[in-house]
Nanobody
Framework: VQLQASGGGLVQAGGSLRLSCAAS??????VGWFRQAPGKDHDFVAA????????YYADSVKGRFTISRDNAKNTVYLQMNSLKPEDTAVYYC???????????????WGQGTLVTVSS
């Protein structure tokens, strides 16, 4: 499985961005989004089952972020609204068998995309 994350950029606080994670190869996987701020570990953001029926969110993003997927396009999205400066990080998508919250539960990772939220 190869994953390509995109959609990051610079946005003002309160703004929105939509990240995309395009998959190729064997794509029947759950997908998670993680983020890594400078000097910190990978933090769980959101995850979605392969069917799309089950979604999970970190408390810090509930009500602001929405994860979705279009299996016909082999793409998972992360819609981020009401962005805050503390959301600034490199965002990574990852694929695995289950939509867990731990990085170790995912065997495939894409390159990161940088999200910067200015105050």
């Amino acid at each position: 499985v190869q994953l390509q994350a995109s959609g990051g950029g610079l946005v003002q606080a309160g703004g929105s961005l939509r990240l995309s994670c395009a998959a190729s190869g064997r794509t029947a996987h759950a997908v998670g989004w993680f983020r890594q701020a400078p000097g910190k570990d990978h933090d769980f953001v959101a995850a979605i089952s392969w069917s799309g029926y089950s979604t999970y969110y970190a408390d810090s993003v509930k009500g602001r972020f929405t994860i979705s997927r279009d299996n016909a396009k082999n793409t998972v999205y992360l819609q981020m609204n009401s962005l805050k400066p503390e959301d600034t990080a490199v965002y990574y998508c990852a694929a695995g068998n289950f939509p867990g919250s731990g990085p170790d539960e995912y065997g495939y990772w894409g390159q990161g995309t940088l999200v910067t939220v200015s105050s």
